[in-house]
């Protein structure tokens, strides 16, 4: 059976200027450089989305495309299901080239959209008939089926509904009943809980566990750490379109650098402390950014003290303390030097 | 095991007909009022005033009808395709079907062309009511008055699938002030084509405008013993406008599925 994806060394670059509203969270810009100097008109700005991702991900696995805003998530969700052409590289789903046999690939997958995007005219149901209608399933097998998913996401009683009078969850639902109705091998799911509230995004959980457990391939991105971590049997981590790193959740727990993330705001310029702390064994990794102040520490308590000394030392007070265990928070900052929000 | 594109495309045309059958009076009214109410200023009042000439009328229902149906061709693909593309993006799940692109483009272009022809089916009757007897208007040339507006209604219907890809959501209001209304003016729809010879400059120029086709075309086959442009001439112009207007539509509609 060959690999539900994989893609090797993929590379979309855009042109500048972007098209506007296609979903694509602010891809890093990339200013031309000496290489790119003769190719690129003087001040011409190209947005490098994905620079040489290899994933691979195995039938039936729950797999979690973790970035902050413009990592290039979207892209490589839009890559896999057909709708952004590569610059190089290759990407194939169920062993099918997404270049060579678009149509092939779409047989496969079901896509749950960002933003939900249902056709406003149709009501509930409607968008689920017309739906498998453009798979080639006759009404008689996709009435019933249309049913069941609409039972199953609890939208039961809003099928005759016109799309606008559903919530907000009541819409996403419906998006990943219209994903399922064709019966795809793979689902793809982008940021699928962005704008649901807690309890809705519990449910929506609950309902993603169930599919993986029918065996289908999941396939989701997502800047929420712990949705990630709940869910997903793997991970990949990836920023600037390039991958960081990519394991199960606790693997990557167990990667993550040692001790606590300590996190301190000051009153003014926190260079000053870093001679003194840098003279701590306790604390590693210190950085100072302005007036905000990092550095790993194995016990967070005493290293506050170390921390509050050497502020008073230099004059400063600290005006605010954070502290995150190790997680996959503190290794995505230690990889990508930022948060994910 | 993908399913024919014929299938899809019957899946398509049904989910278009469906959403246009309920649609279809507000359709109307947005598409054909303009044509109806000039038809009553210039075809009943100024008629009855005695500015214009008795066998105006005649001159003026086909090119009505070009306007009626080019009008209603045009925003059938391109409003929705602005809706589509620009921030509904509802066109997502079609555009996941399992078929080539080029489909779904095509098939959105010949759903605007039946909207097209179906308007100007809505305004004869009702332009021919308002105007009284016209002594040249004939109806015995039923296959070509169905195959010039087919022809007409596709090749404005492929305008607008170039239009309401190419252009962005917020300049839309701009296109149909800078393009779509002195197409209409100067496309030959209030006065015969060959009436211009009196500015020989502009009776050149507005060739370039596809309306002037629709509009003499129309007049070739509802009034032939009034002057016109020759229907074969007219009917190879608009197959070359509409395969044109077809192959740059579906690249700019292409460019906008797949970024």
């Known amino acids: ?341 | 095991m993908s399913p024919s594109p014929w299938t899809v495309f019957g899946a398509l045309v049904r989910r278009d007909l469906h959403v246009v059958s309920r649609e279809l009076p507000f359709f109307l009214l947005r598409t054909t009022l303009q044509p109806i109410m000039f038809t009553i200023v210039f075809g009943f009042l100024l008629p009855k005033m005695g500015f214009v000439q008795r066998g105006y009328t005649g001159a003026l229902l086909p090119g009505i009808l070009g306007v009626s149906l080019a009008f209603a061709s045009v925003q059938a693909v391109a409003l929705p395709m602005v809706a589509d593309f620009g921030w509904t993006k509802e066109i997502e799940d079609r555009l996941l079907a399992p078929v080539p692109i080029w489909v779904i483009a095509i098939e959105k272009v010949l759903s605007g062309t039946a909207q097209g022809m179906i308007a100007a089916l809505f305004v004869l009757p009702v332009a021919r009511l308002i105007m009284g007897p016209i002594e040249a208007l004939t109806a015995s040339h039923l296959g070509l008055i169905v195959g010039m507006t087919f022809l007409g209604a596709f090749a404005f219907s492929a305008f607008g699938m170039l239009l309401g890809t190419a252009i962005k959501g917020e300049q839309i209001g701009l296109m149909f002030g800078l393009i779509v209304a002195p197409m209409i003016f100067f496309g030959c729809a209030y006065y015969p084509w060959r009436a211009l010879a009196a500015t020989p400059v502009i009776q050149i120029l507005v060739l370039v405008n596809p309306l002037v086709y629709v509009s003499e075309g129309m007049r070739g086959v509802l009034t032939p013993a009034l002057p016109h442009m020759p229907v074969g001439v007219v009917a190879g112009a608009l197959v070359v406008i509409s395969a044109v207007f077809l192959f740059l539509g579906l690249r700019t509609f292409d460019k906008r599925a797949v970024s």
Not at chain 1, 328 to 334: A, D, G, H, I, K
């Open chain 1, 1 to 341: 059976m060959p690999p539900a994806i994989q893609t090797r060394g993929l590379r979309k670059v855009y042109p500048a200027p972007p098209q506007r509203g296609r979903g694509r969270p602010n891809p890093h810009l990339t200013p031309p450089d000496a290489s790119r100097a003769t190719l690129v008109p003087a001040g011409a700005r190209e947005i490098t989305a994905l620079d040489g991702l290899d994933l691979e991900v195995a039938p039936g696995e729950f797999f979690g495309l973790l970035g902050p805003n413009g990592a290039g998530k979207t892209t490589t969700i839009g890559v896999l299901t057909t709708r952004v052409r590569p610059t190089a590289g290759s990407a194939a789903v169920a062993g099918i080239d997404v270049r060579a046999n678009p149509v092939g690939v779409k047989q496969r997958i079901g896509v749950v959209p960002q933003r939900p995007n249902p056709d406003r005219q149709l009501t509930a149901i409607q968008n689920l008939l017309f739906h498998a209608a453009y798979f080639g399933i006759p009404r008689s097998a996709s009435l019933p089926r249309a049913e069941a998913l609409l039972q199953q996401l609890e939208l039961g009683d809003r099928a005759e509904s016109k799309v606008d009078q559903l919530s907000g969850g009541q819409q996403q639902r419906l998006m990943i009943a219209r994903a399922l109705i064709h019966e795809p091998e793979i689902l793809f799911l982008d940021e699928p809980t962005v704008g649901l509230d807690p309890q809705a995004r519990l449910e929506l959980w609950d309902i993603l566990r169930s599919l993986q457990g029918q065996g289908r391939t999941i396939v989701m991105t997502t800047h929420y750490m712990e949705e990630a971590d709940r869910l997903c049997s793997r991970l990949a981590i990836i920023d600037h379109g390039r991958l960081l790193a990519l394991d199960s959740p606790a693997g990557l727990r167990a990667r993550a650098p040692g001790g606590t993330l300590v996190e301190v705001t000051l009153d003014g310029e926190a260079a000053p402390l870093l001679p003194r702390l840098q003279t701590i064994p306790a604390l590693s990794r210190i950085t100072a950014k302005g007036v905000e102040l990092s550095a790993y520490a194995q016990r967070a308590g005493e290293a506050i003290a170390e921390v509050i000394r050497a502020a008073e030392q230099a004059g400063r007070l600290p005006l605010d303390i954070r502290l995150t265990p190790p997680s996959l928070e503190t290794l995505f900052v230690s990889l990508t030097g930022r948060k994910l929000d």
